[in-house]
């Protein structure tokens, strides 16, 4: 995860701020987590604020672990769809090298459309310009990302 905060923090316009494993508010019923998150800056202003409106979303990163791969490949990806959040990215270990999933909302059927499958370098002009180095992100030991350049502590 600290891979994306930090890559995403110097990439990202002043209007946007990057924020890690911090809940979003989906609808009455339903609170997440995403891993880290994008959001329009004009909502970041309380110090003590414990969560964000879904509306105020820009990006959701969730990388997924064994114990989360249905909840981040069917729950969250709909979940987020349906409150509306533009864009979704989702982490996976593919043979201990870090594969990004990227998703965009049609806006007509207010459902993700895959935008690209992204090994090694992740290149793309929304929600922001980004180019990535995915070869960064290093296993710590097999199947487990972390340290400085990993996507967090847990297995994937």
């Known amino acids: 995860m600290s891979f994306f905060e930090w890559q995403l923090q110097s990439l990202a316009p002043a ?7 911090f809940t979003i508010d989906i609808d009455r019923q339903n609170r997440r987590e995403p891993d880290v998150i994008v959001v329009r800056g004009d909502v970041v202003d309380d110090p003590e604020q414990t969560r964000y409106p879904a509306e105020a979303v820009t990006l959701a990163v ?5 114990e989360s791969v249905s909840r981040d490949r069917e729950t969250k990806f709909l979940k987020h769809a349906r409150a509306g959040i533009a864009h979704y990215w989702r982490v996976e270990n593919e043979k201990g090298l870090a594969v990004v999933h990227a998703f965009e909302l049609e806006p007509t059927t207010g459902a993700y459309t895959s935008v690209g499958i992204f090994r090694e370098r992740m290149k793309t002009s929304a929600p922001f310009p980004v180019d990535l180095d995915l070869t960064a992100i290093k296993p710590r030991r097999a199947g487990e990302w972390s340290g400085t350049h990993g996507c967090g502590p847990a297995p994937l």
């Open 15 to 21: 209007e946007f701020e990057v924020i890690r494993e």
């Open 62 to 66: 969730e990388v997924v672990s064994p």
